[in-house]
């Protein structure tokens, strides 16, 4: 992707929007692999199990696409999206809901740490372990 797509824009000014679904309905799991503690976990992100995470990102992405786009503070300092469809994306029109969807699946982007969590949930649910105040 790098070659392909940021490579030809390299020594440009440019910016890159990074969107982030803050809280996703999918859930993904780290387990063992085996009883060896240097064996790496068996680790599954389980993206996009909900569709309604997917649509969720595309709908992100579409709004950072009209921001650049169709925005006074943009326009000013002339910015351009890129034209260079992302590798596996390029049987869909670039910036279409299908070619945003495909580059969602086929490009996750993690800005976070991953690690365990413990599930937040109201005081009668007896499999959760805070509450939405984290007590």
């Known amino acids: ?3 392909t797509v940021y490579k030809p824009y390299l020594g440009k000014n440019s910016f890159t929007f ?3 679904l803050l809280r996703p309905k999918s859930r993904g799991t780290v ?3 085996s009883d060896d503690p240097y064996e790496y976990p068996l680790i599954d992100f389980n993206l996009f199990q ?3 995470d997917l649509d969720k990102v595309v709908d992100i992405m579409k709004q950072c696409v009209n ?3 169709n ?3 943009f326009e000013k300092i002339g910015a351009e999206m890129f ?3 992302v590798p596996g994306c ?3 029109d670039i910036y279409s809901d299908n070619y945003l969807r495909c580059v969602a699946r086929n490009y996750p982007i993690n800005v976070y740490h991953p690690s365990g969590t413990c599930k937040m949930g109201d005081d009668d649910d007896e499999t959760t372990v805070v509450d939405p105040e984290l007590k």
């Open 31 to 33: 387990r063992l692999k």
């Open 67 to 69: 921001i650049v786009t």
């Open 90 to 92: 390029e049987k869909y």
């Open 83 to 85: 034209t260079i469809k």
């Open 18 to 20: 990074f969107p982030v």
């Open 1 to 3: 992707v790098y070659k």
């Open 50 to 52: 909900y569709e309604e």
């Open 71 to 73: 925005t006074t503070a």
